[in-house]
Every structure is written in C-alpha cells, then in structure tokens.
C-alpha cells in the first residue's frame, strides 16, 4: 500500500519559514519524481516545485528565491523549505509521487500518488 504523509504545516506570522516534510512507503523512493503543490480555497490546485532522485530540480515562478526543496533518498523523505511566507501562501500542501516518464512536472494529472496536505496558515 503506497502513502505519503505530510508534516510541518502550522500558523505562522507573515516573515516566518517552516520546513514541511513528506514521506513515501510502499513504493522505492527513488524511482519517483516528488512534487509539492498548494492549494487555496477556491482555487485550483497550484504547482510549487519538484525533484528528481538524482537532484533536478523544478520551481515555480512564484516559488523562486523562497522556497526550496529537497530530498532524502535514505530516509524516502522530500522536503519543502519555505521563507519570508507571505499571506498569500496559505493553502493545503501536498506532496505527490509520479514517475520518471514523460509529462511535465508541474501538472497535477501527471502524478500518481499524493498525500492527504497540510495546512500552512500565514497572518499577517
């Protein structure tokens, strides 16, 4: 049975930073591209970046300069370091899992397995 399973969301002050994690059991970690995505009420789900088992990365637009992601291939865990959060980043997160096959990173339909988010809060 494949899981992932989110960690590190909370209400945080707008300038604050939290690290969310996502971990994958059931499935051999480095054999999938992991993504994170957010998404707001009312809003269609929003792509933030991902990463391959050999280290490519793929950011959003928005995510450039702020937020970072990474992963532990040892401990099946993906990371998602986010600074200087904004109000605007309060949304569900979610990590997901896809293959290394064709389709882009950035689109949701593209993944096969995705976990149940967090919620990051931001006041202002």
């Known amino acids: 049975q494949v899981q992932l399973v989110e960690s590190g969301g909370g209400l945080v002050q707008a300038g604050a930073s939290l690290r969310l994690s996502c971990t994958l059991s059931?499935?051999?970690?480095?054999?999938?591209?992991m993504g994170w995505f957010r998404q707001a009420p009312g809003k269609e789900r929003q792509f933030v970046a991902a990463?391959?088992?050999?280290?490519?990365?793929v950011y959003s637009d928005s995510a450039v300069g702020r937020i970072t992601i990474s992963r532990d291939n040892a401990k099946n865990t993906v990371y998602l370091q986010m600074n200087s959060l904004k109000p605007e980043d309060t949304a569900v997160y979610y990590c997901?899992?896809?293959?290394?096959?064709?389709?882009?990173?950035?689109?949701?339909?593209?993944?096969?397995?995705w976990g149940q988010g967090t919620q990051v809060t931001v006041s202002s």
């Open positions: 059931g499935r051999t970690f480095s054999n999938y591209v």
């Open positions: 990463i391959n088992s050999i280290d490519r990365i």
């Open positions: 997901a899992a896809r293959s290394t096959g064709p389709g882009n990173w950035d689109t949701p339909p593209t993944y096969d397995f």
